[in-house]
């Protein structure tokens, strides 16, 4: 507890310091944390600088569930008793700073998350979207549509990522869970971004390591990232977005694409056995198909918003395999989103969700699993959002000896986010 105390008292400590020094609320090329970022996906591309000194931007996030779920099995292993109650309060601290002329930092730590009571940091990159620190002018014409991005940092593959719940920030999420295959990692490297007329480009290239270390150099290589699309507001009442991504990586101690959500689900200790916890089993309901030393995975996403009605789609391949196999093993995943807004400002949605995922399980078996989401919210402000969610999710093909099946939970959620 004392350890706790004096963590807390530095980041009080330095919170006062960097308030006192500078605060803005507005930055250049940066996605706003509130509702205003609502299907915003990459953070916009704008050559106009407000830049005129140091500005340091305070910002977080905190979020808290309520859970009624109920899962059953066929009994070949116990399940773990779950009842009706509050979930772990999750909270966000994020540091967004002005360096110069189109340069900015990012670093978002989570101060209390499922897997981690203690506060550590997810991750941050610094993004260049001007040259000017270099000399001014320099590269100016190219600079009008590039963007680079480096660091340890939450990697651009596919669109799913921008509407997922991020521990905390779930602003921009429409339901409160994510996809059953989370598709989420945090590695070291870097992106180049090409936008122009709509159109969007990218590549990147990263260690592919979660926790990084030195040790073992020959164990892990390079992956690569790539993505292609076109985003456009056609009209006043139509926006069209529709892109393309790619991660691969060939060598790999262990492939975190699909596990590397240290922060947690939001359905607490569904389909987990008697022994479990939720800080331990800190993923239950998502699915990771295994593919520990290499894999090759492909998203697209189209996104089309008429007036207050959206959808936003999933389709997801992802092939791989383990230093144990010879043959590689495929997953595939499905996933439909149909939202409608209304109301003044659009401060009110109604929502459903399609999921499925069908993948070469490394028991052997084909798996299927399903999961039918329907929900709603209200924002009571810009920065709080309230909502609602009932869940069904079934599991099929599982061995009679796995935890798995019969499978199934169900029941309803309510969650409050606050993010400023």
């Given at each position: 507890?004392?350890?706790?105390?004096?963590?807390?008292?530095?980041?009080?400590?330095?919170?006062?310091?960097?308030?006192?020094?500078?605060?803005?609320?507005?930055?250049?090329?940066?996605?706003?944390?509130?509702?205003?970022?609502?299907?915003?996906?990459?953070?916009?591309?704008?050559?106009?600088?407000?830049?005129?000194?140091?500005?340091?931007?305070?910002?977080?996030?905190?979020?808290?569930?309520?859970?009624?779920?109920?899962?059953?099995?066929?009994?070949?292993?116990?399940?773990?008793?779950?009842?009706?109650?509050?979930?772990?309060?999750?909270?966000?601290?994020?540091?967004?700073?002005?360096?110069?002329?189109?340069?900015?930092?990012?670093?978002?730590?989570?101060?209390?998350?499922?897997?981690?009571?203690?506060?550590?940091?997810?991750?941050?990159?610094?993004?260049?979207?001007?040259?000017?620190?270099?000399?001014?002018?320099?590269?100016?014409?190219?600079?009008?549509?590039?963007?680079?991005?480096?660091?340890?940092?939450?990697?651009?593959?596919?669109?799913?990522?921008?509407?997922?719940?991020?521990?905390?920030?779930?602003?921009?999420?429409?339901?409160?869970?994510?996809?059953?295959?989370?598709?989420?990692?945090?590695?070291?490297?870097?992106?180049?971004?090409?936008?122009?007329?709509?159109?969007?480009?990218?590549?990147?290239?990263?260690?592919?390591?979660?926790?990084?270390?030195?040790?073992?150099?020959?164990?892990?290589?390079?992956?690569?990232?790539?993505?292609?699309?076109?985003?456009?507001?056609?009209?006043?009442?139509?926006?069209?977005?529709?892109?393309?991504?790619?991660?691969?990586?060939?060598?790999?101690?262990?492939?975190?694409?699909?596990?590397?959500?240290?922060?947690?689900?939001?359905?607490?200790?569904?389909?987990?056995?008697?022994?479990?916890?939720?800080?331990?089993?800190?993923?239950?309901?998502?699915?990771?198909?295994?593919?520990?030393?290499?894999?090759?995975?492909?998203?697209?996403n189209p996104f089309v918003k008429w007036k207050g009605l959206e959808f936003f789609g999933t389709f997801e391949t992802?092939?791989?395999?383990?230093?144990?196999?010879?043959?590689?093993?495929?997953?595939?995943?499905?996933?439909?989103?149909?939202?409608?807004?209304?109301?003044?400002?659009?401060?009110?949605?109604?929502?459903?969700?399609?999921?499925?995922?069908?993948?070469?399980?490394?028991?052997?078996?084909?798996?299927?699993?399903?999961?039918?989401?329907?929900?709603?919210?209200?924002?009571?402000?810009?920065?709080?959002?309230?909502?609602?969610?009932?869940?069904?999710?079934?599991?099929?093909?599982?061995?009679?000896?796995?935890?798995?099946?019969?499978?199934?939970?169900?029941?309803?959620?309510?969650?409050?986010?606050?993010?400023?």
């Amino acid at each position: 507890m004392r350890k706790y105390v004096k963590h807390g008292l530095m980041v009080t400590a330095f919170l006062a310091g960097v308030l006192g020094y500078s605060q803005s609320r507005q930055l250049d090329n940066f996605r706003s944390p509130d509702k205003n970022g609502v299907n915003v996906f990459e953070a916009p591309k704008d050559t106009v600088s407000t830049f005129d000194g140091v500005k340091v931007r305070v910002g977080g996030s905190s979020t808290l569930q309520f859970q009624a779920l109920d899962h059953e099995n066929s009994g070949a292993v116990e399940l773990i008793e779950i009842g009706d109650n509050f979930n772990l309060a999750t909270a966000n601290l994020d540091l967004d700073v002005a360096l110069a002329k189109g340069v900015r930092m990012h670093l978002r730590t989570y101060l209390s998350s499922r897997h981690h009571p203690e506060p550590y940091v997810k991750g941050g990159y610094f993004q260049v979207d001007n040259l000017d620190f270099i000399s001014p002018g320099f590269l100016e014409e190219a600079m009008k549509y590039l963007t680079i991005k480096v660091g340890h940092m939450e990697n651009n593959y596919g669109d799913t990522h921008f509407r997922r719940s991020d521990n905390s920030q779930a602003m921009h999420n429409p339901f409160v869970g994510n996809l059953i295959m989370d598709a989420f990692t945090t590695e070291v490297g870097g992106e180049v971004y090409y936008r122009n007329n709509g159109f969007i480009g990218m590549f990147g290239l990263s260690n592919g390591k979660l926790n990084q270390a030195v040790n073992n150099p020959g164990t892990t290589g390079v992956s690569i990232l790539a993505k292609l699309g076109y985003d456009k507001q056609l009209s006043d009442d139509l926006r069209f977005r529709l892109t393309g991504s790619m991660y691969s990586t060939s060598k790999s101690a262990r492939v975190y694409l699909y596990s590397a959500d240290r922060a947690g689900s939001r359905y607490y200790l569904v389909m987990e056995d008697v022994d479990a916890s939720a800080t331990s089993n800190f993923r239950s309901g998502r699915y990771n198909p295994g593919f520990n030393n290499e894999i090759t995975a492909f998203m697209i996403n189209p996104f089309v918003k008429w007036k207050g009605l959206e959808f936003f789609g999933t389709f997801e391949t992802a092939s791989g395999k383990t230093d144990a196999e010879t043959d590689d093993r495929n997953a595939t995943q499905l996933a439909g989103e149909l939202i409608y807004r209304f109301g003044n400002n659009e401060n009110f949605y109604l929502g459903t969700r399609y999921n499925t995922v069908t993948s070469d399980d490394p028991s052997g078996s084909e798996v299927t699993i399903d999961r039918f989401q329907l929900g709603g919210g209200v924002f009571l402000t810009k920065n709080i959002l309230t909502k609602i969610e009932y869940v069904n999710q079934q599991y099929d093909g599982y061995d009679p000896t796995s935890i798995f099946n019969e499978g199934q939970f169900n029941g309803v959620l309510l969650e409050a986010v606050i993010s400023f």
